[in-house]
């Protein structure tokens, strides 16, 4: 269901129906009354909510118009119960819904015409189309949102006008009831009809794409980033934004699915989504040198076979799993790795990859991990658990927390002398395993009474005037960003018109990047540096809690290699039990770790690493596992990451222009 409240609505929802029923039979009118009332309300939140019930409902043949259907035929069933079934409001009543659901049909058929017509063969951001092409607006009034509910629930007029009519047995409120539906229906109906036609109607394909080349002929993007897959894994492209918008030549970013453009982060680069592989293959892209690939999916093929440009994979992470090796990887001219050990990887893998085509980058998108530079002085030293999920299979080998979770928080809470404990879990946690859920809930109960207690401690003393102007400041930055947001980072009315507008202001992109990172500082602020923490949702982001804390317990995920980079003490949990020989063996990122079993007996190492860095016997081997797994800290990453690009498109203009050669040679042979 989602939520407690979605499942409540589901259950009155459903037992409405019979309830209706049993009203309309008995026959009660004001039992009726209230009971359509319910199933009306709850369908109605069930669907603003996006319920998964009610995407079931349509699959077994009880859709909206079944339910809306069922409501009016018993509403015909009360009236005959009544005794009024020779009286004129049954015959207006049953001519009402007839005619209403004749409605259904004109109304239906303009809305699928026109959403047809304004689906454009792309959707673009950043690319200005509106000086090249008219765009008109979409219909007013949220006219296409939701207009299936909207215009099925204009039976309510007619509902409550029949049910008035028949508790005072008089007919003249549900004639009123009935003249207001059809009336509304119709206009309904009406309204939607200029829109099929005339200036209303958006150019066709073949227009918008050539407007689209002409763009990019006058663009010439040289760097492209191209990415394909579902609305979860859209995050692997967010992770290239910051990057791309970096790069010293023109970068370009093209999407194959809507619904990775729907939830794309903001960026300045120039944005294009293109579902037709047809329309890819055709468009104009041969100012492009470079192409950059973050995942393995099988749409790559339609960009694989331009030969004009060098195509890379990069991937969306750096880990020992298993599709870091992918075998497909050879059908890049590149595969680009964050440090040795991303070649080495290849290596004994052994799956095709060659050794002179993979090159060393780093990983830019570490850039904001800071290094560390020990507990400053007179500060509580910050530990962060950050446990991945139980995942898809379900082992309970994937995650500490199951089996460990409560160990590790109940040490480090009970630490001596003190740290604070900052807990962010996965937001995958409990999806699959309810057992995983019940000890996210246990660990987030351990965290919160303790810091009740802390708070109550004499000994935890907080700058109480401090606090409250941080927690000022927050509220002032939020109010800002939501006015900043919800004035410019929405979406306007439909795909069209996104695309035609979709160019983004960069004042307003650039305050808001500056009030995210002002949010986060006045976010620490605004509660003791002593306070434990649970940390849930997007904000503040993980990579913040890296650098607000002093170490890490985690489990094997990328989490772990990313932590590295900032040079601090941290600790994984064996949670399978492997042995701590065959763990290091297994996984590269927890060579310089502490390792923990499942009694978490082990964590003394870690906070003492952390109070006395002088002292850690791990300090020097984080050192080299940090420059082994994500490349040397100068060039900076994303400096090292330019100078691959330019590398490449040199060789990509080599060829080209050695085909062109061979090609004028040939010419000149000929005429001889």
């Known amino acids: 269901?989602?939520?407690?409240?979605?499942?409540?609505?589901?259950?009155?929802?459903?037992?409405?129906?019979?309830?209706?029923m049993v009203a309309a039979l008995i026959p009660s009118v004001p039992a009726f009354a209230a009971a359509t009332a319910v199933t009306y309300l709850a369908d109605h939140y069930l669907h603003r909510q996006g319920s998964y019930l009610i995407n079931r409902l349509?699959?077994?043949?009880?859709?909206?118009?079944?339910r809306f259907l069922i409501r009016q035929l018993l509403l015909i069933l009360l009236l005959a119960r009544l005794d009024l079934?020779?009286?004129?409001?049954?015959?207006?009543?049953?001519?009402?819904?007839?005619?209403?659901?004749?409605?259904?049909?004109?109304?239906?058929?303009?809305?699928t015409l026109i959403r047809n017509r304004r689906r454009l063969p792309v959707a673009t951001r950043n690319v200005d189309l509106a000086s090249r092409i008219r765009i008109p607006d979409a219909p007013r009034f949220g006219l296409l949102n939701r207009s299936a509910e909207k215009m099925l629930h204009l039976d309510l007029a007619a509902v409550v006008g029949i049910l008035v009519a028949a508790q005072l047995d008089t007919a003249t409120p549900g004639f009123i009831g009935i003249g207001v539906t059809i009336g509304l229906g119709s206009l309904y109906v009406l309204a939607l009809t200029p829109y099929v036609r005339g200036k209303k109607v958006p150019p066709n394909?073949?227009?918008?794409?050539?407007?689209?080349?002409?763009?990019?002929?006058?663009?010439?993007?040289?760097?492209?980033?191209?990415?394909?897959?579902?609305?979860?894994?859209?995050y692997q492209v967010n992770m290239w934004l910051e990057t791309m918008e970096q790069l010293d030549s023109r970068p370009l970013i093209i999407l194959r699915e809507r619904v990775i453009l729907q939830n794309l982060a903001p960026t300045t680069v120039p944005v294009i989504c293109v579902p037709g592989g047809v329309h890819l293959m055709n468009m104009d892209l041969s100012s492009v040198r470079v192409a950059l690939y973050a995942a393995n999916v099988g749409k790559n093929i339609h960009l694989l076979r331009v030969p004009t440009m060098k195509h890379v994979f990069i991937g969306h992470g750096d880990s020992d799993k298993l599709a870091s090796v992918n075998p497909f990887s050879k059908a890049y001219d590149e595969v680009w790795v964050a440090g040795r050990a991303g070649r080495d990887r290849y290596a004994i893998a052994d799956v095709g990859v060659r050794d002179e085509d993979i090159v060393e980058v780093g990983r830019p998108q570490l850039a904001p991990i800071q290094d560390w530079q020990g507990v400053p002085d007179g500060r509580m030293p910050t530990v962060l658990y950050a446990p991945t999920w139980e995942g898809w299979d379900g082992d309970p080998g994937n995650t500490s927390l199951m089996l460990a979770g409560e160990n590790i928080v109940k040490k480090l809470l009970k630490a001596d002398p003190p740290v604070r404990v900052l807990y962010k879990p996965h937001p995958f946690t409990g999806t699959v395993l309810a057992k995983a859920g019940a000890a996210h809930d246990k660990v987030t109960a351990l965290i919160e009474k303790a810091a009740a207690e802390r708070a109550a401690?004499?000994?935890?003393?907080?700058?109480?005037?401090?606090?409250?102007?941080?927690?000022?400041?927050?509220?002032?930055?939020?109010?800002?960003?939501?006015v900043l947001v919800g004035s410019g980072g929405g979406e306007k009315g439909d795909e069209a018109e996104a695309t035609r507008d979709g160019v983004v202001d960069v004042a307003r992109y650039e305050e808001i990047a500056r009030l995210r990172g002002e949010w986060n500082d006045a976010y620490w602020r605004s509660f003791p540096v002593w306070?434990?923490?649970?940390?849930?949702?997007?904000?503040p982001r993980l990579y913040d809690c890296f650098n607000v804390s002093d170490a890490m317990v985690s489990d094997i995920s990328s989490v772990v290699s990313d932590f590295i980079a900032s040079g601090k003490p941290y600790a994984v949990t064996d949670s399978a039990g492997l042995g701590v020989e065959e763990f290091k063996r297994q996984n590269t990122a927890v060579r310089a770790a502490t390792i923990l079993s499942n009694k978490a007996s082990e964590l003394g190492g870690l906070l003492d690493a952390v109070r006395d860095p002088a002292g850690d016997p791990l300090a020097e081997d984080r050192v080299e596992l940090r420059q082994y797994l994500l490349g040397p800290d100068e060039p900076t990453s994303i400096e090292?990451?330019?100078?691959?690009?330019?590398?490449?498109?040199?060789?990509?203009?080599?060829?080209?222009?050695?085909?062109?050669?061979?090609?004028?040679?040939?010419?000149?042979?000929?005429?001889v």
């Not at 269901?1 to 209706?20: D, Q, R």
């Not at 049954?90 to 004749?102: E, H, K, N, P, S």
């Open 531 to 539: 306070e434990h923490r649970v940390i849930t949702g997007s904000e």
């Open 205 to 234: 394909a073949d227009k918008v794409l050539a407007k689209v080349d002409e763009w990019l002929r006058d663009y010439k993007p040289e760097t492209v980033l191209y990415f394909s897959g579902s609305k979860d894994s859209t």
């Open 457 to 482: 401690d004499s000994r935890f003393q907080a700058d109480a005037a401090a606090v409250a102007a941080a927690k000022a400041e927050l509220a002032r930055i939020e109010a800002r960003l939501t």
């Open 640 to 671: 090292q990451f330019n100078t691959a690009v330019a590398n490449l498109a040199i060789k990509a203009e080599a060829r080209n222009v050695g085909q062109e050669s061979r090609a004028a040679a040939s010419a000149a042979e000929t005429v």
């Open 85 to 111: 079934s020779n009286n004129l409001i049954f015959y207006g009543a049953t001519a009402c819904f007839i005619a209403f659901y004749g409605l259904q049909a004109p109304h239906g058929a303009l809305v």
């Open 58 to 66: 349509s699959k077994v043949r009880a859709g909206l118009s079944i």
């Open 1 to 20: 269901m989602g939520s407690a409240a979605e499942l409540a609505a589901a259950v009155l929802m459903l037992a409405g129906f019979p309830a209706i």
